[in-house]
């Protein structure tokens, strides 16, 4: 077969791309799981299964009694042809930028990190509110959105998985912290659009990089449309359904989080746990292929660095009888069925 009829068409099915990505995973101690698949109402109101190419995960300490958290990446891979670039529109100067591409969920935990350095993982990587993908002369905008959406709508899914798994499963998975980065990769070069007051400057430009500077990453920040949130609230509500007794282990988990390192923080409740939902579902970190490999490890440091500052508070353990109750270090317990 000459080059003219595979290598356009296997390059076009996105396969290669997503073979570099899960190989690059694998190389920095990821376990790789394949496809994420998971459901939601199509343009009809449907259900419908989806998926994401790639999840992987890893865990730190494993095998050990201080295993104490695992890093979960969804990556959606998107090739595209050479000449290919993706515009993005800075984040408005005037708001405050909301923060955590690195999700993390620690309010069923015993644990607890000081999450400063997956914000410090943030300091040079540019937010964006939204993206167009422009080849030729045509301008496509629903190519990046849809992308965007697959992931922002698997984050909270897997969220829920891996939440209701830990609550089902008695062991060191209950002190374990779980921590979500959704990641775009693509061969598309990356842009981000200078700021600029009005049109006159974009106009007069005879080139994109009088307006537009190229990156490595960005991170896509865009609020929950009626549609998502509605999907995530729908997750937490049926996370409820299956365990009902959640409230009573977040009060349990607030009384126990004491000392001056906590007494500022809001405690967890039902209210930051409905919270975790849509906060997954809102950032999502887009990467050119040639930087995915460094960006890893980047987020991999920023995670174990979280690590050093974590207080164990309590532990779980199931009694004769099944039910769920929190003790101390020390072995004494602190509440019961919950």
Same mark, same amino acid.
């Given at each position: ?16 791309? *997503? /073979? ?5 995973? +694998? ?29 992987? $995960?890893?865990? $730190?300490?494993?095998? *050990? ?6 890093? *979960? ?33 620690q309010e069923l935990s015993a644990v607890r990190v000081d999450t400063h350095p997956l914000y410090d993982f943030e300091q040079q990587i540019p937010y964006c509110v939204n993206g167009v993908e422009l080849m030729g002369n045509e301008a496509r905008p629903q190519s990046i ?26 062991? /060191? ?5 779980? $921590? ?35 990156? &490595? +990453? #960005? ?7 009626p549609q998502l949130h509605d999907f995530t609230q729908g997750l937490f509500g049926k996370l409820l359904e299956k365990h009902p007794k959640i409230p009573r282990r977040l009060d349990a988990l607030a009384a126990i989080l004491t000392g001056p390192t906590w007494e500022t ?10 919270? +975790? ?11 050119? /292929? ?22 164990? $508070? ?11 109750? #929190?003790? +101390? ?7 019961? &069925?919950?």
């Amino acid at each position: 077969m000459t080059d003219s009829t595979w290598k356009k068409p296997l390059l076009k099915s996105g396969l290669p791309l *997503e /073979h570099v990505v899960t190989t690059e995973l +694998s190389k920095k101690d990821f376990w790789v799981s394949g496809e994420f698949p998971y459901i939601r109402g199509n343009e009809q109101g449907i259900d419908t299964e989806f998926s994401v190419d790639t999840h992987a $995960f890893q865990i $730190f300490n494993p095998g *050990e009694e201080d295993s104490w958290g695992v890093l *979960e990446v969804l990556a959606e891979c998107k090739y595209r042809n050479p000449g290919c670039t993706w515009v993005f529109a800075p984040y408005p100067e005037v708001d405050a930028v909301p923060v955590g591409v690195i999700y993390e969920s620690q309010e069923l935990s015993a644990v607890r990190v000081d999450t400063h350095p997956l914000y410090d993982f943030e300091q040079q990587i540019p937010y964006c509110v939204n993206g167009v993908e422009l080849m030729g002369n045509e301008a496509r905008p629903q190519s990046i959105r849809r992308a965007l959406y697959q992931l922002r709508y698997a984050t909270p899914s897997l969220l829920y998985h891996t939440m209701l798994r830990s609550l089902d499963i008695i062991d /060191h998975e209950w002190a374990q912290i779980r $921590f979500y980065c959704p990641i775009l990769v693509t061969t598309a070069e990356l842009r981000l659009l200078d700021r600029h007051d009005d049109l006159e400057a974009i106009q007069k430009a005879s080139s994109l990089d009088e307006i537009a500077k190229e990156v &490595d +990453s #960005l991170i896509v920040n865009q609020g929950l449309g009626p549609q998502l949130h509605d999907f995530t609230q729908g997750l937490f509500g049926k996370l409820l359904e299956k365990h009902p007794k959640i409230p009573r282990r977040l009060d349990a988990l607030a009384a126990i989080l004491t000392g001056p390192t906590w007494e500022t923080r809001i405690p967890p409740d039902l209210d930051s746990l409905s919270r +975790s939902y849509a906060g997954a579902a809102e950032r999502v970190l887009v990467v050119r /292929h040639s930087a995915f490999g460094s960006t890893l490890d980047e987020i991999v440091r920023a995670v174990k660095s979280t690590g050093a500052s974590r207080i164990t $508070f309590g532990r779980y353990e199931k009694s004769r009888d099944g039910t769920v109750n #929190l003790v +101390s270090a020390d072995g004494e317990t602190l509440a019961e &069925d919950i």
